[in-house]
Each structure stands twice: as C-alpha cells, then as structure tokens.
T-cell receptor
Framework: GAVVSQHPSWVICKSGTSVKIECRSL??????MFWYRQFPKQSLMLMAT?????????EQGVEKDKFLINHASLTLSTLTVTSAHPEDSSFYIC??????????????FGPGTRLTVL | QKEVEQNSGPLSVPEGAIASLNCTYS??????FFWYRQYSGKSPELIMF????GDKEDGRFTAQLNKASQYVSLLIRDSQPSDSATYLC???????????FGTGTQLKVEL
C-alpha cells in the first residue's frame, strides 16, 4: 500500500503554545487528505478534510481558528493546533486518499502524532 | 442510528479458530467498504476493501458484503495471537466523500 508519513510522532508542549503537525504522502499524490483525532479507547473522529489548493472543510464542532489546516501541495498537509490546552491532548492521525485506476478510493493513514499538552 | 455500527467486543477466539467480525451501515448509497486493523497506540492499517456483493479473499482474510442487508463482515481464518487488535469497519458515506468509521471491535486471540 501507499505510504503516508507524519512528523513529529510525539510532542509535549506547554499550555498556550502552538504545535504544527506535518502529513506527507510519500509515493503518490493526494488531492485530499484528512485529519482525525482519537481519544483513548474511542474511535477515530474526523476533524477536517483538506483539499489541495483550497480551504479545508471542518466537521461540526471543530474550531477552524484553533485547528489550522494548510494543504499547500499534492503531497503535504499541515495541521496547526493553536494555543493548545490540556484538553487538546490526543492522538492526531492524518490520512491521504489515493484513487486507483479502478475508481475505488483508498485511504492510507500516517503513523499518528501523540500530542500532550501540559 | 449510527452510520456505521460494530459490536465493541471484546471478541475472544482460540488460536487457530475463525474470527468473525461484523458491521452494519445505514447509508444505502454507500459503495466502498474497508476493514482496518489498529493495534493499541498505533494508527489504523488497511487490511482490505470490498465494493461488490459477495466474498473477497486475501490470504487468511475474507471480506463479505451484502448490500441488500447493509452488512459487511470480515473473517479471519487460522487466527493468531498477533491478530489481537481492534478492527475498524469504514464506509464511504456522503456521496463517497467521507470515510466514516465504526467504533471498532476488539479481537483477542488466546493461546
């Protein structure tokens, strides 16, 4: 399958600081990338859909001014958690969509970034 | 009704047995269905996808889809302890634009 990388894999920061997470599709171009958040023992919750060259689409209840998404190229999307607080501590996972020649869309996940806000 | 439903488990099976994981979905227009495996603390890993009614086999894994019943399942033959993980069912909803996940079924393969 296709490879998606994330950086950093884990980060610890002080409350009030901003944290940027990068997501890259390494061997394919992804016009659409997705950002998920997962709290312990819960399923993945989609935060936003990131389209190359346009504004991200946020899910209901996700603050767009707090979670800034930039999809500057077909292989890179970034999520910036601004003014992070302890309740933002979570496992953030990006996903990139590849469309096969058959027309079926497949989504591949990055390894995730564990954010801890002190 | 949730868009994608799974029994949270845990489902316990002995080593070597067949594990059967089930998933139902509400969007009748859904076309593509995916099974992911997630180990604790790791991100999901795609196992297989299916988009035609019937069975699709890949090694020890078989996905089964019944669109009339809005039901998709995953069978794992010759279960191994390394198969112990949470299995997530995912369906493209909203016209195929959004991948919606179930809450996952925890599988435990016991020696």
């Amino acid at each position: 399958g296709a490879v998606v990388s994330q950086h950093p894999s884990w980060v610890i920061c002080k409350s009030g600081t901003s944290v940027k997470i990068e997501c890259r599709s390494l061997d394919f171009q992804a016009t659409t990338m997705f950002w998920y958040r997962q709290f312990p023992k819960q399923s993945l919750m989609l935060m936003a859909t990131s389209n190359e060259g346009s504004k991200a689409t946020y899910e209901q209840g996700v603050e767009k001014d707090k979670f800034l998404i930039n999809h500057a190229s077909l292989t890179l999307s970034t999520l910036t958690v601004t003014s992070a607080h302890p309740e933002d501590s979570s496992f953030y996972i990006c996903s990139a969509r590849e469309t096969r020649r058959s027309g079926v869309n497949e989504q591949f996940f990055g390894p995730g970034t564990r954010l801890t806000v002190l | 009704q949730k868009e994608v439903e799974q029994n949270s488990g845990p489902l316990s099976v002995p080593e070597g047995a067949i594990a059967s994981l089930n998933c139902t979905y509400s969007d009748r227009g859904s076309q593509s269905f995916f099974w992911y495996r997630q180990y604790s603390g790791k991100s999901p890993e795609l196992i297989m996808f299916i988009y035609s009614n019937g069975d699709k086999e890949d090694g020890r894994f078989t996905a089964q889809l019944n669109k009339a019943s809005q039901y998709v399942s995953l069978l794992i033959r010759d279960s191994q302890p390394s198969d112990s993980a949470t299995y997530l069912c995912a369906v493209f909803t909203g016209g195929g634009n959004k991948l919606t996940f179930g809450t996952g079924t925890q599988l435990k393969v016991e020696l």
